[in-house]
C-alpha cells in the first residue's frame, strides 16, 4: 500500500474545500498592511530606488542648467492711505478709501485689471517686445511644438490658413502674457501692496514693477479728477433747474398774496373773537323771544277767560295791580281795567317783535362772520402751504449751490487714495529656476515614482519569487529551491551535473533528494513522482536530475517517462535501439527488463514512453499498471515518475495512487497563485496532497533584479561562479 493510501485510510484525506483553505493560509490578513514586508520590499528594491532617484536629478538638472530660462523678479510696495484728510470734506465725490478687506481686495483687482496692464503696456511699449509677442521670436530650428506640428500635418493633412492678427488683438494678447508676469498680494493684517514683476530681463522686471505702481497712483488721481468734473457737471445743470424751480415757487406764492384780501392769522383770530361774541348775543336773545312768547301766550289766555286777577298777576304790571284792587272796590269799570291790560299786551307783542328783529339780525352777522372764517383759513392754509415750498425749494438751491462751489474748488487739488512706498530694485540675480530646488523636488520624484513603481509591481505580482512567498500561499512545505540550469539545450543539463557535481546547481539538487528521503523518517519515500500544474514548470529536469542524484547514493534506480503524451525523454539523452518502453510492458509485448535502458549519462535506468492508440488514463488506471509498479518496487530502490501537469490532464491524479511521495514543481516568477491553487485543488478531490512544493528554475539575474539576491547565499555564489568563470 502506498503512502497516499495509507494517508488516506487514516482519515486526513484534504477535500476541495480543505485545499482551498492550504492555499490560502493568510487570507484572514489579506486586508492588512505588513510594515515589515513593506519595508523589505523597498530594501530589496533599493539599487532601483537609487537609480530613478538618481535619473530624476540628472533629468532635473539638465532642465535647470540647460534648458530653463533665468527670470528676474523685483517688487514695488504701494501703501493705501485711508485716513486722508481732504482740503474740503466732500465725501460724495472725493472721500478715501475704505480699510475694511473688501476695499483691500477690490484695490488688488484694479491692481491687476487689464485696463491699468493695458497702459502698461502701451507706455513701455511692450508689443515689440518677443518675451511678450510671440509672432516676434526667431525660429529656433527643432523644437516640440514644430515636430507636434509636422506630425499633424503629416496625419491631418496641412491646417488651414489662418486669418491676418490684427493689431487689437496682439495688443490683447501682449496684455495676458504681460499679465502673467505680474502677481499683487497684500501684506496681512496691513494696507500694503507688494507688485511683483517677474521676466527674463532684470532691468524689464524693474521697469515693469515701478511703472505699474505709478500708473496705479496716477489712476487714482484719474478716477477722482473725471468724478469731480462728472459731479461739477451734474450740480451745473441741477443747481440751475433748482434755480428755475424756486422762482417759479415764489412767484405763485406771491401771485396768490396779491390776489386775496390781506389777510393774516391775527385777522383771522379777531374774526373768531366775533363770532363767539355774536353767537352769544344770539343766544341770550333766542332766549329772551321764547319767555317773551310764552308770557304773551299766558296772557292771552287769560284775557280770554277774563280772569281778571290772573290777568294781572301774569301781565306783572303795577298800573294793572292797583287797577284790579280799584276794580274789585268798585271804585273803577272793569272796562277801563280790560283797555289797560290790552295796552300792556300790545306793548309786549312790540317788544317781541323787535327782539325777533335782532335774532335775525344776529343770525345774519354771524353767518357772514363764519363765511369770512372758513375763507381766509382756507386763504392762508394755501398761503402757507406756497411759502414752505419757495422756503424748501430755496434750501434744496442753497445746498447745491453750496456743494457746486465746494465741488469747483476741489478740481486740480485732489490727493491719491495710495503712494508709492518703497521702488523695485534691480534683482541682483535670476530667482528662476531655483536649481537647488528642481534638483531636490527631482530626487523626490523620483523616489516617489521609483517606490511607486515598486509597490505596483509587487501588488501587480502574481508568482511567486521566494521560498517564504510558496510556503505563505500554499502551506505546503518547501522541499527545494532549484536556480534555472545553464544551456539552451535539455540534453545540456545532464552533461552540466555530470560535470560540475560541485556547483550549486547540484548542491540544490542534492537538498531537494534529502528534504524528500527526510519527508517521512521511518518509512522513506521508494516511489517518488513529479509533477506541476502546466506544462513548462521544469518537472522533467529535475526528475533527471534526482535520478542521476540518487544514482550518486549506490541506489538503483528506475526514471519513468509517465507523460505519453509529450515524450520528452529523447531530447534530454539518447535511448540507444529502444524498441520497447512503458506501454508495450502494460500491453504484455515484453518484461520490465526488456523494456528497460540504462542511461550512462544519467546513471540509471530509464522506462521511456511510447505512444499508443489506447487511452492513456485507462493505461495507468488499469490492473497491469498496479502490479507493474509492484515489480519495480521489488527489483529498485527509488523508482522516480514523470508526470504531466494536472491541469492538463488526469494522469497524474491516477498515477499519484501508486506513489509514496509527490514533488510539486512551481516555475519561480513564472506559475501563477490561481494555477498553483487550480492543481492543488485538482489533487484534493482525489484525496491527494503533494509531500511538498519546489520553487524550479530560478533566475539568478532576475532575483537580483527584484531584489531577492541576498537571501539565497549559495545560489548567488553559484550565480557568480557560474557567469564569471
Given at each position: ?10 482519515g ?5 474545500q480543505?485545499s482551498s483553505?492550504i492555499?490560502?493560509?493568510?487570507s ?5 498592511i ?8 523597498l ?14 536629478i ?44 473688501i ?8 491692481l ?20 511678450f ?20 500635418a ?8 489662418r ?9 490683447e494678447?501682449?496684455?495676458t ?13 496691513t ?13 524689464k ?19 477722482k479728477f ?22 417759479a ?26 363770532a ?35 290777568m ?8 294793572l295791580?292797583?287797577?284790579?284792587v280799584r276794580v ?6 272793569a ?9 300792556v ?22 353767518t ?9 383759513s ?14 424748501a425749494?430755496r434750501s ?18 485732489q490727493?491719491?487714495?495710495s ?7 534691480l534683482?541682483g ?15 523626490i ?6 517606490v511607486?513603481?515598486l509597490?505596483l509591481?509587487?501588488?501587480?505580482s ?5 521560498s ?11 522541499l ?41 523518517v ?21 526528475s533527471?536530475?534526482l ?5 550518486g ?5 528506475l ?8 515524450l ?8 540507444g ?21 540504462p542511461?550512462?549519462?544519467v ?7 511510447e505512444?499508443t492508440q ?13 502490479q507493474?509498479?509492484?515489480?519495480a ?5 527509488i ?6 501537469p494536472v ?30 491553487s487550480?492543481g492543488l485543488k ?6 491527494i496532497?503533494?509531500?511538498g512544493?519546489?520553487?524550479s528554475?530560478?533566475d539568478?539575474?532576475?532575483m ?5 539576491g541576498?537571501?539565497?547565499g549559495a ?10 568563470n
Amino acid at each position: 500500500m502506498s503512502t497516499f493510501e495509507n494517508i488516506s485510510h487514516k482519515g486526513v484525506s484534504l477535500s476541495v474545500q480543505e485545499s482551498s483553505q492550504i492555499v490560502s493560509p493568510q487570507s484572514h490578513s489579506d486586508d492588512e498592511i505588513d510594515l515589515g514586508q513593506l519595508f523589505r520590499t523597498l530594501w530589496r528594491g533599493k539599487l532601483w530606488i537609487l537609480f530613478s532617484m538618481l535619473v530624476a536629478i540628472l533629468v532635473g538638472g539638465y532642465y535647470a542648467y540647460a534648458v530653463a530660462v533665468p527670470v528676474y523678479s523685483t517688487t514695488s510696495v504701494v501703501t493705501l492711505q485711508n485716513r486722508q484728510e481732504q482740503v474740503v470734506d466732500f465725501d460724495s465725490v472725493v472721500s478715501g478709501l475704505g480699510g475694511d478687506q473688501i476695499s483691500l481686495n477690490t484695490e488688488v483687482e484694479i491692481l491687476k485689471s487689464r485696463e491699468l496692464i493695458q497702459k502698461l503696456v502701451l507706455k513701455l511699449d511692450l508689443v515689440s517686445d518677443p518675451e511678450f509677442n510671440p509672432s516676434l521670436r526667431e525660429e529656433t530650428g527643432l523644437s516640440v511644438s514644430g515636430v507636434i506640428s509636422n506630425v499633424k500635418a503629416l496625419v491631418f493633412g496641412a491646417p488651414p490658413m489662418r486669418p491676418e492678427v490684427t493689431e487689437e488683438q496682439v495688443l490683447e494678447r501682449v496684455t495676458t502674457a504681460v499679465r502673467s508676469t505680474i502677481s499683487i498680494s497684500n501684506t496681512r493684517n496691513t494696507y500694503v501692496f507688494n507688485v511683483t514683476a517677474t521676466t527674463e530681463g532684470a532691468q524689464k522686471s524693474k521697469l515693469i514693477a515701478n511703472t505699474l505702481a505709478d500708473l496705479y497712483v496716477l489712476n487714482q488721481l484719474d478716477v477722482k479728477f473725471e468724478a469731480t468734473q462728472r459731479a461739477t457737471a451734474w450740480l451745473t445743470e441741477r443747481v440751475a433747474d433748482l434755480q428755475v424751480d424756486l422762482e417759479a415757487t415764489e412767484a405763485r406764492a406771491k401771485e396768490f398774496h396779491a390776489g386775496t384780501e390781506l389777510i393774516s392769522p391775527e385777522v383771522l383770530e379777531g374774526l373768531n373773537r366775533q363770532a363767539k361774541d355774536t353767537r352769544e348775543r344770539l343766544k341770550v336773545t333766542s332766549e329772551r323771544v321764547t319767555l317773551l312768547s310764552l308770557r304773551i301766550a299766558e296772557m292771552q289766555s287769560a284775557f280770554e277767560g277774563k280772569d281778571r286777577a290772573e290777568m294781572a298777576r301774569v301781565a306783572n304790571n303795577p298800573t294793572l295791580t292797583q287797577g284790579l284792587v280799584r276794580v274789585e272796590a268798585g271804585k273803577m269799570p272793569a272796562e277801563l281795567f280790560d283797555s289797560q291790560f290790552e295796552q300792556v299786551q300790545r306793548s309786549e307783542a312790540v317788544g317781541l317783535s323787535r327782539l325777533k328783529t335782532q335774532v335775525t339780525g344776529l343770525s345774519q352777522s354771524l353767518t357772514t362772520i363764519e363765511g369770512q372764517i372758513e375763507r381766509q383759513s382756507k386763504d392762508l392754509v394755501t398761503l402757507q402751504q406756497l411759502t414752505r415750498e419757495a422756503e424748501a425749494a430755496r434750501s434744496i438751491y442753497e445746498y447745491f449751490l453750496g456743494r457746486l462751489k465746494e465741488t469747483s474748488v476741489q478740481q486740480g487739488i485732489q490727493q491719491a487714495d495710495s503712494r508709492i512706498l518703497s521702488q523695485a530694485v534691480l534683482p541682483g540675480g535670476p530667482s528662476a529656476p531655483r536649481k537647488s530646488r528642481i534638483l531636490a523636488l527631482s530626487a523626490i520624484l523620483g523616489l516617489i515614482v521609483s517606490v511607486g513603481g515598486l509597490l505596483l509591481r509587487e501588488f501587480m505580482s502574481n508568482s511567486f519569487r521566494s521560498s517564504q512567498q510558496l510556503y505563505a500561499a500554499t502551506g505546503l512545505t518547501v522541499l527545494g529551491q532549484v536556480p534555472k540550469f545553464p544551456g539552451h539545450k535539455r540534453k545540456g543539463v545532464i552533461e552540466y551535473l555530470k560535470d560540475r557535481p560541485t556547483s550549486a546547481g547540484a548542491e540544490a539538487i542534492r537538498n531537494l533528494r534529502t528534504s524528500i528521503m527526510l519527508s517521512n523518517v521511518d518509512k522513506p519515500p521508494q516511489v517518488i513522482m513529479l509533477t506541476s500544474s502546466i506544462p513548462g514548470e521544469g518537472k522533467t529536469t529535475l526528475s533527471m536530475a534526482l535520478a542521476q542524484s540518487f544514482s550518486g547514493l549506490n541506489k538503483k534506480v528506475l526514471l519513468i517517462e509517465g507523460d505519453l503524451r509529450r515524450l520528452i525523454f529523447s531530447q534530454y539523452f539518447s535511448a540507444g535501439n529502444a524498441e520497447k518502453g512503458l506501454v508495450s510492458v502494460l500491453s504484455g509485448d515484453c518484461t520490465l527488463e526488456e523494456a528497460v535502458h540504462p542511461v550512462d549519462m544519467v546513471g540509471t535506468d530509464v522506462l521511456v514512453g511510447e505512444k499508443t492508440q489506447t487511452n492513456v488514463a485507462d493505461l495507468f488506471e488499469s490492473e497491469r499498471f498496479a502490479q507493474l509498479m509492484e515489480l519495480a518496487r521489488s527489483k529498485y530502490d527509488i523508482i522516480l515518475i514523470d508526470t504531466p501537469p494536472v491541469l492538463v490532464v488526469p494522469d497524474a491524479r491516477t498515477i499519484a495512487q501508486h506513489a509514496d511521495a509527490l514533488v510539486f514543481a512551481v516555475h519561480w516568477d513564472n506559475t501563477s497563485q490561481e494555477q498553483l491553487s487550480e492543481g492543488l485543488k485538482m489533487l484534493a478531490s482525489v484525496n491527494i496532497q503533494p509531500t511538498g512544493v519546489v520553487l524550479s528554475q530560478i533566475d539568478m539575474k532576475g532575483m537580483k533584479r527584484y531584489g531577492y539576491g541576498g537571501q539565497y547565499g549559495a545560489y548567488s555564489q553559484y550565480g557568480r561562479r557560474y557567469y564569471v568563470n
